[in-house]
């Protein structure tokens, strides 16, 4: 719906424009009437109005010196001049002024109407023209965005080429040749909420003295610092602002101005002080605790948080580790993660990835961020394909009933008579669509719900079991065992649970 005011010093003029509205108008909606120059001006300054219906002659201020005022301000509103003469000069003014169209009074019904429809179609253009707009600019800046954090990680393992060099100046405005790295972290501890709070009251306050580009890398925050001329008291600034949060023991790390071509060991010392969190004790129930976040964002987040958060995990994990032993680091989470995928999906996922095999081989940083691209691409295809498969009616109705009956007795028969089919033809149903018996895929339900119960609800192995539907806790075990390839006392042992 698109707002109209109407300007005339003749009370009947206003009159008709309210009756044609009310009662032949459907798009547009009169939103106010003025009866002088200088009072719409003061009324389209406050109602801003789509469309202007402007009478030329008035006392006082006349219609061509009002718009003349009011077209800078408002650039978009429509203007239509009415006057009682038809004037070359007048007409000529109107064009300079980027008026719409020019009426001659008296003006009838109909050709206020077509006028309506024409501005309607100018203004639906318009219209689809700025969403475009907007979409393409919201478009760029997340590449831009993207671009600035992948420029940014890539220094943990390669100092940048001169042309993404030039491309991160060009895009970032950075007009220097020299460039210091600087990170923030150690609040592994704190929620992701929490977190960006923090880094995002410390970046805004390191902004209002410094230029720099940021973007987060785990649990921490990275700076690129372009070298100017007052920076000498940057390192001292940063610890002056970080004392206020002397509770969160957030740790800095300060790199060293380099040119382009090393800002790698820029970053390699910015990251020294963080050696320590890498502690055998500290850094496995650390690195546990990763793990299970990136399980758990990755099979129920959207694509883009799952895809953020894992490579920010092989990004910490490759950064704190030798190559090897960061390779081996990730089998492990691939292991994990590819059974856990199973049991999620209640189905055998057919997956085409042997972590040892293929991960063992790579020989660089290059070679793995290939692969680990690819792998990452093929499960969450996997997740979306499996979100939108479409089932039949009786198979979702059957889903549905054991997702909430599944702590009861459920048996084929009884599923079957809910959904008012044939044990056979159910049975049958998940064979074809899910890949798998009936009754595995209760276990693998059962079971993921007690790996959640004993994860987040710290339940004893008895009690998951019987929430979960079984009463027979040593069956509940072998079932376990079965589906997760260990028992859950092992799974508890490891620090996993």
């Not at 547009?28 to 789509?50: H, M, Q, W, Y």
């Not at 850094?283 to 958060?309: A, F, M």
């Amino acid at each position: 719906m698109y707002r109209v005011m109407i300007v005339d010093d003749e009370e009947p003029v206003l009159d008709s424009f309210a009756f044609i509205f009310d009662k032949y108008v459907s798009d547009f909606t009169l939103c106010g009437k003025a009866r002088s120059g200088t009072e719409a001006v003061r009324l389209i300054s406050e109602l801003n109005p789509d469309l202007v219906f402007m009478d030329i002659q008035m006392p006082g201020l006349d219609g061509i010196e009002a718009i003349r005022q009011l077209q800078p301000r408002f650039p978009q509103t429509v203007f239509i001049l009415a006057t009682a003469y038809e004037r070359f000069d007048i007409a000529q003014k109107a064009i300079h002024l980027g008026v719409f169209s020019y009426l001659v009074k008296p003006v009838s019904r109909q050709k206020i109407l077509e006028e309506l429809e024409l501005v309607k179609k100018h203004l639906d253009e318009r219209k689809k023209i700025s969403a475009s707009q907007e979409e393409e600019e919201e478009f760029l800046e997340k590449r831009k965005e993207e671009f600035k954090r992948d420029f940014l990680s890539s220094l943990i393992w390669k100092n940048p080429d001169r042309d993404k060099w030039e491309e991160f100046c060009r895009l970032f405005d950075v007009n220097s040749s020299r460039s210091a790295i600087y990170l923030v972290g150690g609040m592994s501890w704190a929620s992701m909420e929490i977190r960006r709070d923090v880094y995002g009251e410390i970046t805004r306050k390191i902004r209002y003295k410094y230029k720099c580009q940021t973007a987060e890398l785990g649990d921490k925050l990275l700076f690129l610092f372009p070298e100017e001329r007052e920076m000498k008291n940057l390192e001292s600034r940063f610890r002056e602002i970080l004392s206020a949060y002397d509770s969160y023991n957030i740790i800095l790390g300060a790199g060293d101005f380099r040119s382009s071509d090393e800002l790698s060991a820029s970053f390699a010392l910015a990251f020294e002080p963080f050696g320590d969190e890498s502690g055998e004790g500290y850094g496995r129930n650390r690195e546990q605790n990763r793990i299970l976040e990136v399980y758990r964002e990755i099979l129920t987040s959207e694509r883009v948080r799952g895809e953020d958060l894992f490579k920010e995990y092989w990004i910490e994990i490759f950064k704190s580790y030798s190559f090897e032993i960061a390779k081996g680091k990730m089998v492990g989470l691939f292991t994990l993660l590819l059974q856990d995928l199973d049991n999620h999906l209640l189905i055998r996922s057919n997956f085409n990835i042997d972590p040892a095999e293929e991960i063992i081989p790579l020989e660089n940083m290059e070679a793995w961020r290939k692969w680990a691209s690819d792998a990452a691409k093929e499960i969450l295809d996997l997740l979306e394909k499996q979100r939108s498969q479409s089932y039949p009616k009786p198979l979702k109705k059957a889903l549905s009933f054991i997702a909430e009956n599944y702590s009861s007795q459920i048996q084929l028969t009884s599923v079957a008579e809910e959904c008012l089919v044939s044990p056979s033809y159910l049975s049958r149903l998940f064979s074809e669509h899910l890949d798998t018996k009936f009754i595995d895929y209760v276990n693998r339900y059962r079971i993921n719900q007690a790996v959640i119960l004993l994860r987040d609800r710290k339940m004893s192995i008895k009690e998951a079991s019987y929430m979960v539907g079984y009463q027979d806790p040593n069956y509940f075990s072998r079932i376990f065992r079965k589906i997760m390839g260990v028992s859950p006392s092992d799974l508890e042992k490891r620090g996993v649970l």
